[in-house]
C-alpha cells in the first residue's frame, strides 16, 4: 500500500494502471474531482462508500477506486464483508 499524499495523483496512477487500486477514508469532493474523472475516462471504477445514494466518487466521504478488475474485492475488504489477505514478508 502506498499513499503520497494527494488523493488526485493516487487516482490518477489507478487511472494509468501504476495502482490497481485506491481507498481513502476521508476525502473531500476538491481533492479527487480530477484524478476521480482520470480514473472514469480510464475505464477504471469509482465508488462512494459513505452519504447518501449517489454511488460515485464525486462526493465527501469514503472513496474507492480501482481498476475494475478488484473493484468488488477492494469494497469487501474495505467494508469488512472479506477478510484482508495475510501479509507476507
Not at 500500500?1 to 496512477?13: H, N
Not at 447518501?52 to 469494497?75: C, L, Y
Request: glycine share 14%; hydrophobic share 35%.
Amino acid at each position: 500500500m502506498r499513499c503520497y499524499g494527494s488523493a488526485a495523483l493516487d487516482l490518477c496512477f489507478v487511472a494509468c494502471g501504476r495502482f490497481d487500486g485506491y481507498w481513502e477514508a476521508k476525502v473531500n469532493p476538491w481533492d479527487c474531482l480530477a484524478g476521480g474523472l482520470c480514473v472514469i475516462e480510464g475505464w477504471g471504477k469509482s465508488h462512494r462508500l459513505s452519504g447518501g445514494t449517489d454511488s460515485s466518487i464525486f462526493g465527501k466521504g469514503r472513496i474507492i477506486a480501482s481498476n475494475g478488475h478488484i473493484h468488488q474485492e477492494m469494497i469487501d475488504v474495505v467494508n469488512g464483508s472479506k477478510s484482508r489477505p495475510a501479509a507476507t514478508s
